[in-house]
């Protein structure tokens, strides 16, 4: 079974409506983040938290919301999606001790907001 | 803040060839780790190689390996006898040394492999 997992592995919405984006990993990682993909653009960091208790904004978290559940639990929500939030979306996780150095992705959740 | 660049949008190569992707990257800072990433059709984001600033032993995975240049902030990916499943969007990031530091990734290579 895969080590991180999202869901949906795609999504059509429409302009307006909220959506929400799920990511669980049993990597035992204290650390999570999403990430939003744009063709030549990279990565952008959207949120990421360091444990249940510490969430933080990323370089573009304008128009998303975050939600760390459990350790092993974190959504990413679009309070009103609009159609330039339609990107590929990555959660990644990475460890708190030596090997803080080394993110391990989902397959991603590609969004399309019409 | 640091920047990565990847000044080669994309790339193509022989199957059994070599190919180099080009990355350098921004920083003031002595101590930092720095990734290969391969994002195959499939979108998985795979990595494909580590390499620690403090070391000067450039880092070598299979056929996979890189020439870290420090002072000119240079981080190469060479993939030696190429395969057509090295076909792949390739990304360079950068992550600085102390915790609770992200990763700044680069716009990506478009690799070809051409049968």
């Known amino acids: 079974d895969a080590d991180v997992t999202q869901t949906p592995r795609n999504r059509i919405t429409k302009t307006g409506k909220r959506i929400m984006l799920e990511c669980s990993q049993t990597k035992g990682h204290d650390r999570m983040y999403w990430y939003r993909q744009d063709p030549g653009l990279g990565l952008q960091l959207i949120y990421y938290?360091?444990?249940?208790?510490?969430?933080n904004k990323g370089e573009i978290s304008d128009g998303y919301s975050v939600s760390r559940q459990a350790q092993a639990k974190f959504s990413l929500s679009l309070e009103s999606a609009i159609p330039n939030q339609t990107a590929l979306y990555f959660c990644?996780?990475?460890?708190?001790?030596?090997?803080?150095?080394?993110?391990?992705f989902g397959p991603g959740t590609r969004l399309t907001v019409l | 803040a640091q920047t990565v660049t990847q000044s080669q949008p994309e790339m193509s190569v022989q199957e059994a060839e070599t190919v180099t992707l080009s990355c350098t990257y921004d920083?003031?800072?002595?101590?930092?780790?720095l990734f290969w990433y391969k994002q195959p059709p499939s979108r998985q984001m795979i990595l494909v190689i580590r390499q620690e600033a403090y070391k000067q032993q450039n880092a070598t995975e299979n056929r996979f390996s890189v020439n870290f240049q420090k002072a000119a902030k240079s981080f190469s990916l060479k993939i030696s006898d190429s395969q057509l499943g090295d076909a792949a969007m390739y990304f360079c990031a950068y992550r600085s040394a102390p915790r609770g530091q992200n990763f700044v990734f680069g716009p990506g290579t478009r690799l070809s492999v051409l049968p």
């Open positions: 920083t003031s800072e002595s101590d930092y780790y």
């Open positions: 938290s360091f444990d249940v208790k510490d969430i």
């Open positions: 990644a996780t990475s460890g708190s001790g030596a090997k803080t150095d080394t993110q391990y």
